[in-house]
């Protein structure tokens, strides 16, 4: 098992790395130029003012009408998604391989913001999962990868509040840690998760669809 | 839904779309699938089938999913599972049968209003995407009925409703001799080269609702307009090959509508009450032909009407008592914004105006655009039970009148008064705004 380490911190880690970020930039760099290629009136309708107001109302708790609709999940929605960010890159164990490695460090989180960060991601996760299987709509436009990404974003999470408690098993949970968050990484260019990018790009252009062109409020 | 609503439903046969489907195989709907998604769309296509995280969060803003009883097929992600996703699941080979699916639900169960888009947190356009699988269907030759013969007069005669050319200069004559017992020094000027103002109308004006090109001439008189109507194509702004998937016809239209007010050298057009033909003209045939924006500037009615007002070029005489209501057309509110001008405009000529809610950006579609209504009969029970919401929506309200710049919008509520048996009428604005201004200026 001890053997597994050196692997997953160093060679998978660096791929993972790689791939998320190498393959996050292809896609979107892919995307840009295809519709550069094939779509260049689109760049000719976006307007900075129509995207910066929409994204701000969209940025807000309860700032567009879909969030006061839904106040369960706007709330679920954004803790999640601030800790789905803040929890690994402000965490002072992460900061501090980072320091080990490159000498690079920044602030860190304290630790119980941290675990409560972990914790309401995981729950979240479950809540995702829940919420999927339990409301007819969301289960008749489900497939398995749906499925499969709260999975994918729960165990990291999970796996690292386990083991940085050192719960029983938290050896074999820390390198489950390790390498389930490898696979997340990887998953983001290549699943549905590319939303992260991908949801700005098309916000943009609706917005400024919206916004610029039809002086109309999308949210 | 009734059994008898569920049998009405069943039996909906379509000789335009059944015709061609027994002519397709799963080679010739591959190849036409391949060649609209790798010639016709690109990354905004691939960017939104990518983006959408299921979230379920268009669901309560379709009017069909929330009529038909939160029937996830109905839900705009699940339109897009049914078709899209499904022609990617099965690599763009299907079979007629799912062909016969995928039109139907692109033409008679999606108004293409827009709603949904300002409900996903990423702003994904279901409406365009159902806009490409109607491409794919037009392409095919799948095509419902009644909304292929618009198409084909809009081809043959450059009008929806195979007006000929003498038949839309005589009734413009007959409508002047009309309104003449109104304002005897009315005219209503054809082909006036060099007027401020082309106003262009929908075919079903001088087909069968020539009275509001009587009242708009009353309006234009009244105001001391300079204006003119086109003798020839060009005068009828509608599109619905835009909506049947016909892109090169839509091509058509635009150009030939501009190309009537470039020939009269007019410096804007005013558009009647309609939606969907200002969509055409200012939004999608426009770009198709490459103007980012209208070559010549393009004015939707009720821009127009708020204009005059203001400017003081009519003047109300007594407002209307009747308690009204106003329905948001998507086209020109999701589409052009003109929802605080058109209350303006109400609240000018009513006294007791009641909002709908939702309203504004957010109000429900009336079931009758996108080309939904053109459809034709074989879907209007299934067009009326997808209304329901609306229905219930408009009887909140408690108005008499419901008052909505837009054909499509004003058919559609006229057929849901009727079928929900609301004791109301609709109207458009001009209607109100002939019937409460001052007769002269």
């Known amino acids: 098992m001890h053997q597994l380490y050196p692997l997953a911190t160093g060679p998978l880690l660096y791929a993972a790395i790689f791939l998320c970020i190498g393959g996050t930039l292809i896609q979107t760099g892919l995307l840009v130029m295809e519709t550069y290629r094939r779509e260049r009136s689109v760049f000719s309708f976006l307007s900075l003012k129509s995207t910066l107001l929409s994204m701000l109302h969209w940025a807000t708790p309860f700032g567009s009408t879909v969030m006061r609709k839904n106040v369960v999940l706007t709330l679920v929605g954004f803790l999640f998604h601030i800790f789905l960010v803040m929890v690994p890159v402000f965490l002072l164990a992460h900061v501090l391989l980072f320091y080990e490695a490159w000498g690079l460090s920044w602030p860190t989180l304290p630790g119980w913001i941290a675990d409560a960060g972990t914790l309401t991601v995981s729950a979240a996760c479950l809540f995702f999962l829940v919420r999927r299987l339990a409301i007819p709509e969301l289960r008749y436009i489900s497939g398995p990868m749906d499925l499969l990404i709260p999975v994918l974003v729960f165990l990291p999470f999970f796996t690292g509040f386990w083991a940085s408690h050192t719960l029983p098993g938290f050896r074999v949970v820390h390198l489950v840690h390790i390498v389930s968050g490898e696979i997340l990484l990887v998953a983001i260019p290549f699943t549905r998760l590319t939303h992260m990018v991908f949801g700005f790009l098309t916000r943009i252009h609706t917005s400024s669809e919206f916004g610029g062109t039809r002086y109309a409020k999308d949210w | ?441």
């Open chain 2, 1 to 441: 839904m009734t059994p008898s609503e569920q049998a009405a439903l069943a039996s909906i046969v379509d000789e335009g779309i059944e015709r061609k489907l027994a002519t397709l195989t799963p080679e010739k709907i591959k190849a036409v699938i391949d060649a609209v998604l790798n010639s016709e769309t690109g990354s905004r296509l691939k960017a939104y089938l990518k983006t959408c995280v299921r979230c379920g969060l268009c669901s309560d803003a379709c009017h069909f999913f929330l009529s038909f009883d939160r029937d996830p097929a109905f839900s705009p992600a699940g339109k897009i599972r049914q078709t899209l996703e499904l022609f990617i699941r099965e690599k763009n080979r299907l079979t007629a049968d799912q062909i016969r699916k995928a039109a139907v639900i692109a033409y008679t169960e999606c108004n293409l209003c827009r709603r949904c888009v300002i409900y996903c947190p990423f702003g994904v356009d279901t409406a365009y995407m159902i806009g490409v699988v109607r491409r794919i269907c037009h392409r095919l030759g799948v095509t419902p009925l009644y909304i292929q013969d618009t198409a084909h007069s809009h081809s043959a005669c450059m009008n929806q409703m195979w007006v000929k050319e003498d038949e839309w200069i005589d009734t413009i004559l007959w409508q002047e001799d009309d309104a003449r017992e109104e304002d005897p020094d009315l005219r209503i000027p054809l082909e006036k080269e060099g007027a401020e103002i082309m106003y262009s109308v929908i075919a079903p004006e001088p087909r069968f609702q020539a009275d509001l090109i009587h009242k708009a001439a009353i309006l234009m008189n009244r105001a001391n307009i300079d204006w003119t109507l086109p003798a020839t194509p060009g005068w009828d702004n509608s599109d619905m090959a835009m909506y049947s998937g016909d892109n090169e016809i839509m091509g058509r239209i635009t150009r030939t509508h501009f190309e009537a007010a470039e020939r009269l050298h007019v410096k804007r057009i005013v558009m009647g009450e309609c939606g969907h033909a200002f969509r055409s003209v200012y939004d999608t045939g426009n770009r198709w032909l490459g103007w980012s924006r209208p070559p010549v500037p393009v004015v939707h009615a009720i821009e127009f009407y708020h204009d005059l007002l203001t400017s003081g070029k009519i003047r109300i005489r007594e407002k209307e008592k009747r308690p009204v209501t106003f329905h948001d057309p998507c086209n020109v509110v999701r589409g052009r914004g003109l929802h605080e001008k058109a209350r303006d405009i109400i609240r000018a000529t009513c006294e007791n105006f009641v909002e709908m809610t939702p309203n504004r950006e957010h109000n429900y579609c009336c079931g009758a655009g996108g080309g939904v209504i053109n459809c034709g009969p074989p879907y209007k029970t299934k067009r009326m039970l997808a209304s329901r919401v609306k229905a219930e929506q408009i009887r909140r309200t408690g108005a008499e009148v419901v008052i909505t710049p837009c054909h499509n919008c004003h058919s559609g509520i006229h057929d849901i008064l009727h079928h929900y048996k609301l004791p109301m009428t609709v109207s458009f604005m001009v209607d109100i705004l002939t019937a409460t201004m001052e007769t002269s200026a």
